[in-house]
């Protein structure tokens, strides 16, 4: 006879989730753990620190009332919560995407090529994390299937600007590296290794 399988943690904060979407009140945690237990399968030893995480995580909302902490959630703040981390990522591109115009203005001034190598390279390393963060908001949006579907349109559509404002980057990186070819007489593969420009740097589809 097999051993039953254990739950998984991103599948017992999904079913914790649930019981919040479906009931819509606020509970103690002692209720948490008695729905968690009952309707969802999970067991009570570790419903105290997956409801923790979620509350670390903004997914769910915890306050306490005289003497009893109570928990909540409800499915529009989960859109207002990816929201703002939507818009919080734009201000970043923008504020990148700036500074990466600076420098290319820097280069045109013939400045000496070798004293921007760090700055370049910090502003790749912020294009990839800038990159993942926008994969890991796609996969929160993904996970709000029950929630109208005109606000999913609308996050889509900020996650494709949020998209366009890193292919604009890109597009400056390559610029600065098609300046520096014809300035400098320098071979691609020379000026990648030099300032560690990923051979793969593309736009995003």
């Given at each position: ?10 599948e017992k904060r ?14 103690t945690l002692k ?145 600065i590296q098609s ?27």
């Open positions: 006879m097999s051993k039953r399988k254990g739950v998984s943690l991103d999904l079913r914790i989730i649930q019981i919040f979407h479906e009931k819509k009140e606020f509970f209720e948490i753990e008695k729905i968690a237990s009952k309707e969802k399968k999970v067991v009570v030893q570790s419903v105290q620190d997956v409801l923790q995480a979620l509350v670390d995580d903004g997914l769910v909302q915890s306050d306490k009332i005289g003497t009893t902490i109570y928990f909540w959630k409800f499915p529009g703040e989960s859109i207002a919560a990816t929201e703002r981390k939507i818009a919080d990522t734009s201000k970043k591109i923008v504020e990148a995407e700036f500074k990466l115009q600076k420098l290319k203005e820097e280069i045109q001034k013939e400045k000496e090529l070798k004293k921007d190598t760090e700055e370049k390279r910090n502003l790749l390393e912020e294009v990839e994390r800038l990159r993942k963060k926008e994969q890991e908001i796609k996969k929160q949006i993904a996970k709000f299937s029950n929630v109208n579907p005109e606000e999913i349109t609308e996050i889509k559509e900020k996650a494709q600007r949020y998209k366009d404002l890193v292919n604009i980057w890109t597009d400056n990186i390559f610029a300046w520096c070819r014809t300035k400098f007489n320098i071979l691609d593969q020379d000026l990648n290794k030099q300032f560690n420009i990923p051979e793969d740097l593309d736009y995003m589809e």
